[in-house]
């Protein structure tokens, strides 16, 4: 049985991919093969961090969307989310969190390496967005860069300290969520 996350994932490829024209259109703009997007279309493969950030790029989404299905609409990044809205959650974040959440991704993608664990893009884009929450829980204001750049060890520290627990956990290896 597929994991019900990562059909939510595959399904937003799929609906991202067909909101914003023909796959044709959307190779030529990323580089991704065409029968590889064609996959992606048909549920039968699932794009890795480095396609399904192109794949957000090209037709105006967050990684952040497609991973969690969270629709991301804040200054710096405004429209280019049409035809799939009534898929999508909704919240609203302040400028500059785009590279945040990136900057963020990079260190749980470290921290997974890390802890020698492997987990799919859309697994690393969740414990992305779960780093966010707890920073934004510990921060007042996500927009005071001195505070976030102090509080963010604090907070991959838990991450890794969450990940290396379960690897000592017998028969685990593995973060669950």
């Given at each position: 049985m597929e994991d019900p996350e990562e059909?939510?994932?595959k399904e937003r490829i799929r609906d991202v991919i067909q909101a914003n024209?023909?796959?044709p259109l959307l190779a030529k703009k990323t580089g991704i093969p065409l029968g590889t997007l064609?996959?992606?279309v048909a549920m039968r493969s699932i794009p890795s961090v480095t396609n399904?950030?192109?794949?957000?790029?090209?037709?105006?989404?967050?990684?952040e969307y497609l991973a969690t299905g969270l629709k991301v609409i804040s200054p710096d990044n405004g429209t280019g989310w049409?035809?799939?809205?009534?898929?999508?959650?909704?919240?609203?974040?302040?400028?500059?969190?785009?590279?945040l959440y990136e900057r963020l991704f990079i260190a749980v993608e470290r921290a997974y390496k890390d802890a020698k664990q492997t987990a799919p893009s859309h697994r690393i884009a969740r414990a992305t967005g779960e780093v966010m929450d707890?920073?934004?829980e510990r921060v007042g204001d996500i927009r005071d860069q001195r505070v976030v750049d102090a509080v963010i060890p604090i907070v991959l520290e838990?991450?890794?300290n969450t990940l290396l627990e379960a690897q000592e956990k017998p028969g685990s290896g593995k973060r669950t969520a």
């Amino acid at each position: 049985m597929e994991d019900p996350e990562e059909l939510a994932f595959k399904e937003r490829i799929r609906d991202v991919i067909q909101a914003n024209g023909k796959a044709p259109l959307l190779a030529k703009k990323t580089g991704i093969p065409l029968g590889t997007l064609n996959k992606y279309v048909a549920m039968r493969s699932i794009p890795s961090v480095t396609n399904a950030a192109k794949i957000a790029a090209a037709v105006g989404v967050s990684l952040e969307y497609l991973a969690t299905g969270l629709k991301v609409i804040s200054p710096d990044n405004g429209t280019g989310w049409e035809g799939v809205e009534d898929r999508m959650a909704l919240e609203i974040r302040p400028a500059g969190t785009s590279e945040l959440y990136e900057r963020l991704f990079i260190a749980v993608e470290r921290a997974y390496k890390d802890a020698k664990q492997t987990a799919p893009s859309h697994r690393i884009a969740r414990a992305t967005g779960e780093v966010m929450d707890a920073l934004r829980e510990r921060v007042g204001d996500i927009r005071d860069q001195r505070v976030v750049d102090a509080v963010i060890p604090i907070v991959l520290e838990d991450l890794s300290n969450t990940l290396l627990e379960a690897q000592e956990k017998p028969g685990s290896g593995k973060r669950t969520a």
